[in-house]
T-cell receptor, first 111, second 115 residues
């Protein structure tokens, strides 16, 4: 699976949009971009995933560049409860493939 | 939907004893379950992948005789840490997958402390 690069930490003000970048320059054509987050002392929570089109759900939006070498997760109106470590993972979406977690981005939402 | 539970949520045991952790998919049938381990201030590390009715596949460096995995049904997988030692103290997390695209849904984790 392709490796991803994320900033170690980010801060965002409550109520603002949080934009979390992820670089995956070696992504293959059949690999998806997945985002999970882990709130302190809890199991990871699935957020969203996409292949090449932008995706949106009730939690977030995922913007993937046209060359697919990078993406941005957008939390449109961040709240204090969005403080967590966010993981960007690239993997093939064929059946049950393992997830390889990097260090992620520690997002802190400030009041 | 896609809720995964784990039991117990935390456990303290003496060195040398065995501990069993259960992982259940509550509202779906999981074709595959995964077991991860997370040490303080580190990321999740995959330990093994288990498919219902077959033997688990362990990641390199994970002792299969120490970490016994049983996936007897489509809604239950168990991880048994045998002869636990203090270095096995960690946060153990399971996940389950059922969709064709393999999206994994995680349990809340089990914190193990071996004294």
């Amino acid at each position: 699976d392709a490796k991803t690069t994320q900033p170690t930490s980010m801060d965002c003000a409550e109520g603002r949009a949080a934009n979390l970048p992820c670089n995956h320059s070696t992504i293959s054509g059949n690999e998806y971009v997945y985002w999970y987050r882990q709130i302190h002392s809890q199991g990871p929570q699935y957020i969203i995933h996409g292949l090449k089109n932008n995706e949106t759900n009730e939690m977030a939006s995922l913007i993937i560049t046209e060359d697919r070498k990078s993406s941005t997760l957008i939390l449109p109106h961040a709240t204090l409860r969005d403080t967590a470590v966010y993981y960007c993972i690239v993997r093939v979406a064929l059946g049950a493939q393992k997830l390889v977690f990097g260090q992620g981005t520690r997002l802190t939402i400030n009041p | 939907g896609a809720v995964v539970s784990q039991h117990p949520s935390w456990v303290i045991c003496k060195s040398g004893t065995s501990v069993k952790i259960e992982c259940r998919s509550l509202d779906f049938q999981a074709t595959t379950m995964f077991w991860y381990r997370q040490f303080p201030k580190q990321s999740l590390m995959l330990m093994a992948t288990s498919n219902e009715g077959s033997k688990a596949t362990y990641e390199q460096g994970v002792e299969k005789d120490k970490f016994l995995i049983n996936h007897a049904s489509l809604t239950l997988s168990t991880l048994t840490v045998t002869s636990a030692h203090p270095e096995d103290s960690s946060f153990y997390i399971c996940s389950a997958s059922y969709k064709r695209d393999g999206t994994q849904y995680f349990g809340p984790g089990t914190r193990l402390l071996v004294l």
